[in-house]
């Protein structure tokens, strides 16, 4: 069985949910995530990232606020592995989905 550590970050944008939740469908794709699904009524879009020395999964929720848009982004991946000591899986998949957003 593997060894499974998340990690979250939480950042506001202006607009509507409808828009952000578009756009973070499309970046989770950009960024080479695979089984992207999208839950409208929850706001909520998961995706599994399956790389050579990376395996894991994202959940983008978004919650909205006066004028902003609450992004949640938590990835939960596989520790067990040589590549892990050198650089953590959680921040690489949460750089996939923020440097495509």
Same mark, same amino acid.
């Given at each position: 069985?593997?060894?499974?550590?998340?990690?979250?970050?939480?950042?506001?944008?202006?607009?509507?949910?409808?828009?952000?939740?578009?756009?973070?469908?499309?970046?989770?794709?950009?960024?080479?995530?695979? @089984? #992207? =699904?999208? !839950?409208?009524?929850?706001?909520?879009? $998961?995706?599994?990232?399956?790389? *050579?020395?990376?395996?894991?999964?994202?959940?983008?929720?978004?919650?909205?606020?006066?004028? @902003? #848009? =609450?992004? !949640?982004?938590?990835?939960?991946?596989? $520790?067990?592995?040589?590549?892990? *000591?050198?650089?953590?899986?959680?921040?690489?998949?949460?750089?996939?989905?923020?440097?495509?957003?």
């Amino acid at each position: 069985m593997a060894v499974r550590k998340s990690k979250e970050e939480t950042f506001s944008v202006k607009g509507n949910t409808e828009e952000w939740l578009l756009k973070a469908e499309q970046a989770l794709h950009k960024g080479g995530f695979a @089984n #992207v =699904k999208t !839950n409208k009524l929850l706001n909520q879009i $998961t995706g599994d990232y399956k790389k *050579l020395t990376v395996w894991g999964q994202i959940i983008v929720t978004l919650l909205p606020e006066a004028d @902003n #848009v =609450k992004i !949640n982004a938590k990835s939960t991946a596989n $520790t067990d592995n040589i590549y892990a *000591l050198f650089r953590s899986p959680n921040q690489k998949i949460l750089d996939q989905f923020k440097n495509n957003f």
